[in-house]
């Protein structure tokens, strides 16, 4: 019969030269993932920490109104970090999931729908998530006593909001 077809190159130069490129084609590929990693990694703790310090802003500046819905105290014009807080997504939703509050920035659209079983109780919950329209986003929550009150604040990120930091 015919003789095989042999795939591997007959010229040690060439045998040579592939195995060099794929050797710093693997290498190349590693480092790559490892840079990934390292970025999401440090994005991760940068965004939790900025969610930290944004949700204590909002419980600070919250309040429940006689009819039981949540309102922002008049002062908070006054307030510095105010400014950073209201391009954020904001929501406020009470423990049986109606919507408290939601600002302007996030209009009427909602973030992350109904809360799951022990979201924000144990420290600061975060994950990926999609708005109602469809926009990807980062989102934090975490549960506060409000005057009383048990409420889930939640803080949403688009790709947009986070690079702009």
């Known amino acids: 019969g015919e003789p095989a077809v042999k ?3 007959r010229r040690v ?11 710093l084609a693997g290498i190349l590929a590693v480092y790559f993932a490892g840079v990934s990693v390292l970025l999401f990694w440090q994005m991760s703790g940068f965004l939790k920490r900025l969610a930290a310090e944004d949700l204590e802003t909002v419980k600070g500046l919250l309040y429940v109104q006689g009819d039981g819905g949540v309102g922002v105290r008049e002062d908070y014009h006054h307030h510095t970090d105010w400014k950073q807080v209201r391009e954020r997504l ?13 600002n302007e920035t996030l209009g009427n659209r909602t973030i992350g729908g109904v809360p799951f079983a022990g979201e924000g109780e144990q420290g600061y919950s975060g994950r990926s998530e999609r708005m109602s329209d469809g926009t990807a986003i980062i989102l934090i929550s975490r549960k506060y006593d409000l005057t009383g009150r048990d409420v889930l604040i939640r803080v949403g990120y688009t790709q ?3 690079l702009s930091q």
């Open 7 to 9: 795939l591997r190159p």
């Open 13 to 23: 130069r060439t045998r040579l030269t592939l195995w060099y490129v794929g050797m």
């Open 90 to 102: 904001l929501e406020v939703i009470g423990p049986d999931g109606s919507i408290l509050y939601r």
């Open 160 to 162: 947009n909001l986070i």
